[in-house]
Nanobody, 120 residues
Framework: QVQLVESGGGLVQAGGSLRLSCAAS????????MGWYRQAPGKQRVWVAT???????NYADSVKGRFTISRDNAKNTVYLQMNSLKPDDGASYYC??????????????WGQGTQVTVSS
């Protein structure tokens, strides 16, 4: 089992920056993919960014060029650096871990979420 704890959310003005952290209970080297999702009130939860065990990153078009996902293996932590924040970025941000167990099977783990509010 993997336990994930997010932190770093808060209130920030449009154009500002914020860094979210997701601490895993075990070595992130055992996790194949880690990523961030977000969910605004009344909206569906959507994918934001992912990083693989080998360091390959991918981003949703809405955040590409503004957000950066990274990891610190020594601290078993993945980060989401958010720059040039927009009001539409306001949401609850959730950390996700994916452990692959076969060609078409995986185990998914979620954190509890951290709130990000962007004021205009």
């Amino acid at each position: 089992q993997v336990q994930l704890v997010e932190s770093g959310g808060g209130l920030v003005q449009a154009g500002g920056s914020l860094r979210l952290s997701c601490a895993a209970s075990g070595s992130i080297n055992s996790i194949d993919i880690m990523g961030w999702y977000r969910q605004a009130p009344g909206k569906q939860r959507v994918w934001v960014a992912t990083i693989t065990k080998s360091g390959i990153t991918n981003y949703a078009d809405s955040v590409k060029g503004r957000f950066t996902i990274s990891r610190d293996n020594a601290k078993n932590t993945v980060y989401l650096q958010m720059n040039s924040l927009k009001p539409d970025d306001g949401a609850s941000y959730y950390c996700k871990a994916v452990v692959l167990s076969g060609p078409s099977r995986s185990w998914n783990y979620w954190g509890q979420g951290t709130q990000v509010t962007v004021s205009s």
